[in-house]
């Protein structure tokens, strides 16, 4: 189950691995499936991948 399928589909649009992404937001490919799939993901992560995508923390976690 994904909790965040926005953080997933912004990866594949970009062609990143999750352990590409896991490298640029320095941290582990199972911790951030753990994050996707049960939540929990730091602020600064999230405002890095906002960054990173050039979207939105709340589109990242699917709120309208």
Do not use: H
């Not at 049960?38 to 709120?63: H, N, T, V, W």
């Amino acid at each position: 189950m994904t909790r965040y399928p926005n953080i997933n589909a912004e990866r594949a649009r970009r062609g990143l691995s999750t352990a590409q992404l896991a490298k640029m937001l320095g941290v582990t490919r199972k911790t951030v499936y753990n994050w996707i799939s049960k939540g929990d993901i730091p602020q600064s992560k999230l405002e890095k991948m906002a960054s990173f995508f050039d979207c939105s923390i709340d589109y990242l976690l699917g709120r309208k």
